[in-house]
């Protein structure tokens, strides 16, 4: 009899509780999505170190794709940075939604004039391909692609391709 007392007072406790905390997590706001915020999330990255400055010295965010690419019912954030220069957008990161937040998911530094797209719930980069004697301007070899895709912990390439388009 004591045991069913028991149960009968911590029941009403526990459920307040599980329902608070449910409400709490529900209640999080989402993060912007947008330039600004894409900004702040590059400066906040210990990660992205090497990218920052290029935000203040002629370059700066320059696409930002929101989406849920993880499938986790939040917006991620996909974001290409300009290099302030000929070179385009050489870097592009993806941030996810982690308790209202923007974690860094993805990174991607060392990339020269890339594209990257929405294709579905996947992302695809897509960069030119140089021959000897292209000018900066005009590459003639084609484009090359690579297909990521969230595979429940990391974004992951799924496909890679070479086409004569720059998108996918």
């Not at 999330?41 to 929101?66: H, Y």
């Not at 991620?76 to 050489?90: E, I, L």
């Not at 912990?153 to 720059?166: D, E, L, N």
Request: charged share 15%.
């Amino acid at each position: 009899m004591c045991r069913q007392r028991f149960y009968y007072a911590v029941l009403p406790v526990l459920a307040a509780t599980v329902s608070a905390c449910s409400m709490h997590a529900a209640s999080t706001p989402a993060p912007p999505c947008t330039v600004r915020a894409a900004a702040a999330a590059i400066r906040a990255a210990p990660a992205l170190t090497s990218v920052a400055p290029t935000l203040s010295l002629g370059g700066g965010v320059d696409d930002v794709l929101c989406h849920d690419f993880t499938r986790d019912g939040r917006v991620d954030m996909a974001v290409t940075v300009f290099s302030g220069g000929t070179a385009g957008d050489t870097v592009w990161v993806v941030f996810r939604d982690v308790g209202g937040r923007w974690r860094l998911a993805l990174k991607q530094l060392h990339v020269y004039k890339v594209g990257v797209f929405r294709v579905g719930n996947d992302l695809v980069d897509s960069q030119p391909v140089y021959l000897d004697g292209d000018p900066n301007c005009c590459p003639t070899g084609g484009f090359n692609h690579r297909r990521f895709h969230w595979n429940g912990t990391r974004f992951a390439v799924i496909r890679s391709w070479h086409t004569s388009k720059p998108g996918p």
